[in-house]
Structures are given as C-alpha cells and as structure tokens.
C-alpha cells in the first residue's frame, strides 16, 4: 500500500485486523524499515513506542472492529520509507493476512499560477526540521508533466550551523608528581572557528591564561589544556566548555587526574616545653599523605623499632583533612579524593629506657618522606619527660 502525507501534518498508517475470520490474537508490532516502533498487546498489557519515533507515535485500534492505526505526528522527512504491521494471532489461519506493508511517501507545499492554455509556473516548498545530522545532505526535487519524458531535476545541499559538541580524553590520566599531563579537548562543530574554550577543574574554571607558569595551551587556537609540573593540587575531574558563533557546547565528560606522590607529612609541629607529670606513658603520632597508601616505621636513635611488650606501634587509615589542606586546593572534600593519609601512633612506658631520638620514617611505590623526628629527654624532676618535635616537609 501506498500512502502519501504532507511534512509537519499527522498521519495514520492503517493495519487491518480480521479477528472474525482469524481470531484473538496476541500482539500488533509496527516496523519502520528494520527499527520496530510500536508494539500493542491487549492480552499482555503493553501499549509501547519504541525506536527513532519514540516521542511522535500512537496506536489506534477498535476491540469491536477491523481498523487500527499507526500515528505520527508530526510527521517529518525522515519518516518517510517502508513500514511494516506484524500481527500475531493465537491461531494462523492460511488467508489471514498477518504482515501488512505500507509505504510512506512526504511532501511539502506546491502552489501554482496557471494561465488559460494550462501552461504556468508553479513551486514546491519543503520545509523540514534541520539538525547536525543533516549537514553536507543533498535533497532532490523531480518535476514532471505529460510533456516530458524524463524529470526535470535540482538539488539541494544543506549546510547546517550548530553549536560544538566537546569530548575530552583520555577520561582517566595517572601520573607521576612532576609530570605534565595533557588533556584533549575534542570537538565537532559548524562553522569549525571558536570564538572562546574555557576549562573547569572539580566545576571550578581554570585560569589558564592568567597562569602561563602552569599551564599551556587551552585556548581557541589550542584548545588541548596542558599542565606542567603535576601536583596533588592538579588533581580532580576536568572539564572543557567551547563556544563558536551559534552558541555553547554542552558537557559530555569528563577527565579524571590523578597525581601519585610520595609522602609528606601534614604539619609542621612546634617543639613542645611543657611537661608530663606523673605520666604512666609517652604517645608519639606521626601524620602524613600520600597517594598511593604509604607505609611507614619508626626508629629509636636509628634503630628500627618493632613491636614488644613495653611498648605499641598503632597505624591507622585517615580520612582528608580539610583544615590541612590536603584536598589538593579544594576547601570542601569531595568524594572523588584520591589521596590517602596514614596516623601512625607510638606508645611509650614513661621509663628512662624510653629516652630517645626518635624518627617517623614514610615511604611508598613513588618515594620517600624526610624522617619526622621527636626527641624524649628527661626533665629534673622525677617521673617527667619533655617531648621536642620536629616533622620536616618533602
């Protein structure tokens, strides 16, 4: 069957049903080419769109009658092809007509201004939603009349603005503190020129220009972002966001940074003059970060110092510290922190064995910290001790 429609107006594609002669049946399933649109089941409750006319179809049918329908609305260029109505019956009876094909043909306006003798000029308008899918396609007009044997033909190509659609990649990047890090930004646009690229890091825009020191790059003529010199700073999600002369480009993805580092401790910690007064224990903390997870050991004037019964090594996972700034630049924690921290606690007999230097030593896959060293010394007074602490920063 052949079935023609004007663009932009709504139109119903019949199927038949013949329940009379071939009974109930369990589903209609409606084809555009290979894509199904539709399916309606009574029996199984379902009533679907599906596919490319997801947003613009409905299905009509009668229970007491032989007449359904596909709609579409509005209808468009691109719907127009070969479309197919599939009906399952509960029982197939040889007449029943149980693959129906209707053929879809679009047209737009024609007006015409004829003289007397039937000659005149007459014109066809088309007019269709464009997108960026239609960019570089030709449309073709045939004219014909009786005295003519071949089609009078033109054509038409499109050439569609649009605004850019941005991809960044690679969408995950580990590296090395010190390392550059370069992230693309990939874009597909019409016309190609940018008028401005503007980079976020966590939603936060980056100064690319007011900061030539740490970043190259990122700008209409370049817009890959260039970092040098990484840091646990530079970690987080990235984002590009460009611009040409039809508009803004949306957010597609994003890059991830991570910087691997080698541990630091967190703070510098003041020597401390008081003392402990009849104090059954020392307790020495040591803090650092580190990305990967770091492992760290203590030493009594040098000597590695492992656990016995007079005294306790504890280490413990810690969570970010906002106040250390260990957010890498961040002043709130995100979920997304991919640098951990380490506390590591050495418990001491307040004795005059336990006067000593000593040192908190860190280290992981990608370096080694500068010992954090806490000298215990004894005080006049009996039973006291003086704790001089000394953490050193990488």
Known sequence: MRWRAWLWDVVQLPCEVDRASCGDFHSIKWYKDSDRVYIFSDMANVRRAEGPLLERTDFHYAANGTDSSLEIKPLQIEDEGTYKCEITYLAVQEACSVVQFVNLTTYGEYTAAVEEDGSGLGRNVLRLPVSRHHLDSTLVCEAVNPAITAPFIAFVTLDVNDAPIVRVTPENITVNESMDILIFCQYSANPLQLTHVNWFQDKRLVDVAGNPEKYGNGDVEHPTLLIKNSSANDMGNYTCRVSNEVGVSDVVN?????????????????????????????????????????????????????????????????????????????ETLTQDVTSEGLE????????????????????N??????????????????????????????
């Open 254 to 330: 994003t890059a991830s940074v991570s910087v691997l580092s080698a541990p630091s401790f967190i703070e510098r910690l003041q020597p401390y003059h008081g003392a402990v007064m009849n104090s059954a224990e020392v307790s020495l903390s040591c803090r650092v970060e580190c990305s990967p997870l770091c492992n760290v050991s203590w030493l009594k004037d040098d000597q590695p110092l492992l656990n016995q019964s007079h005294y306790e090594i504890a280490s413990r996972v810690m969570p970010a510290d906002p106040n250390s700034g260990w957010r890498m630049g961040n």
């Open 344 to 363: 590591s606690r050495l418990r001491l007999p307040a004795t005059s064995d336990s006067l000593a230097t000593y040192s908190c030593f860190v280290n």
């Open 365 to 394: 896959t990608i370096g080694e910290s500068i010992a954090c060293e806490i000298d215990v010394t004894a005080l006049d007074t009996p039973n006291t001790c003086r704790l001089l602490r000394l953490c050193a920063y990488v």
